[in-house]
């Protein structure tokens, strides 16, 4: 099976590895998985890279690699009926029904194989979805009748502006509440360590967390504490699942992408931080300043950096940034202690051997591709 975590098998890799010769001189001569390989066969193999290394984990691309959409889509019928009025994506993979379950349980099986960690992050898109993907062409659902600013692929090729969404009752919000429990008891048959909330980049926590995007006027609107009592319930519902210690809560401080604004953006996320320091959660997941969703932004609000959230957690709660990180930045960030690990998004989509191109080439192979010559 195709899985975004791939460890050298040595064996599968020794043909092309040089008998003599320096590190080097190799890589420069050979590929980088079978430098690797060499390395790992000498013992030098820096396996505490992979400690500092988190996976942003795209699963929703690997899912499919991962045949989990054989599985989601033999159910895509029933799927929708169950989920009614509540697909994201075109082609995201769900995890609401057993089948879907049975599904995950590849590619878990394998990450555990591999011994490797997976949490599942658990999302819902809120007014960033489209009608086109709705059963019976309905709205899609948003704490407000506010349009996004973007556009939703609704087949291969096709993309369409998002359109005003349908309010949320104030009892759909609660229902809404409910599935994301149900999400974290099914990520938990299938196998998985940890749910993530995905409370970034402008999906439907962000929207209720946003003064732009939530105009409501009843328990999920109006104050701070009301705009971000759906995110506070969430954390509630799944730490009813799973152990706080399993759980991270994903936030973009910054965020733009969607047409997100927020009048008061550190006040914002710092009642978020303090709130969720109840929970004891495994940690706060940070999107930098440096990107709106997947792409890189030209100018950087530093005062919206993770690490002015950092001495606002308390307890065991790790801190992760991800964003525009390259080896270096990440490097230095841990160092420092302003962040407790880094996530990597873009570099470990287009390379999934990410940590030992780390380990192997120093970063000099990055910085190089990047530009970034610090
Ligand atoms: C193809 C693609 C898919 C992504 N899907 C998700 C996602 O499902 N959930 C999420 O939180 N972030 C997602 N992201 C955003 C990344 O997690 C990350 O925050 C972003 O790429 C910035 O980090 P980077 O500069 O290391 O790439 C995605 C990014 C890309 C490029």
Redesign the pocket.
Known sequence: MELGVQVPRVSDLMTNIPTSGTTVRFIRENSLTNAAAAIAENGAYPEATWDLVEM?A????YAVLGRVTDEFFQDYDATRDYINNRLAYYHTPGIHTEAQVEGWKLVTRAVHGLNGRIFL?L?HVGRQSHNDLQPGGALPVAPSAIAGVGQSYVAPGVVKDYPVPRPLETSEVGEIVGEFRRGAELAKHAGFDGVEL?A??GYLFEQFLSDSANHRTDKYGGGLANRARFLIEVTEAVASVWPASRIGV?LSPANTYGGITHSDRFGTYSYVVRELNRFGLAYLHF?EP??A??M?LKQFEDSLSSRHFKPLITGDTKLIS????NLRTGSVAVASSEADAI?????F?SNPNLPLRFAVWGGSYLRRRSGDVN
Not at 58 to 61: D, G
Not at 322 to 325: E, N, T
């Open positions: 942003d795209n699963v929703r691309k992050q999302w995905h970034a980049n994903r999107v440096l990107v969703g997947n890189d991800a964003g525009g990180q996530a990597y998004g873009r570099l989509i």
